[in-house]
């Protein structure tokens, strides 16, 4: 067992052979792929987190964590998540994108 920061016991990862090394590699790498291929075929996943993060800038909270967990969900879920405008508002400014490339 290797000691982690904070004096956590983990597993050592000099204990994966080399077959097992590269295995997990080619599993990082498929993975990756598979979210990029996702994200890249629903587009409004980036719509719906830049809407999180222009809150957030706009906002400025001190703690993020706090933000996300509590006034951006339970505030801004009503406002915005749950806004039965929203499928049409997305689907507005993917063609906007569209347009614009």
């Known amino acids: 067992m290797a000691t982690l920061p904070g004096g956590i016991q983990g597993l050592d990862p000099e204990a994966l052979s080399p077959e097992q ?3 997990l590699r080619g599993f990082k790498i ?3 792929i598979t979210n990029e291929k996702y994200l890249r075929t629903h587009k409004e996943v980036e719509l719906l987190i830049s ?4 809150e957030m800038f706009l906002k400025r909270p ?3 964590q706090e933000f996300a967990a509590d006034d951006f969900f339970l505030i801004l ?3 915005y998540f749950t806004d039965p405008r929203l499928p049409n508002k997305i689907h507005m400014q ?6 614009a490339a």
């Open 30 to 32: 498929q993975t990756r």
């Open 77 to 79: 879920i009503p406002d």
């Open 94 to 99: 993917l063609i906007k994108e569209k347009k």
């Open 21 to 23: 090394l590269e295995q």
């Open 51 to 54: 809407g999180f993060f222009r």
């Open 62 to 64: 001190d703690n993020i």
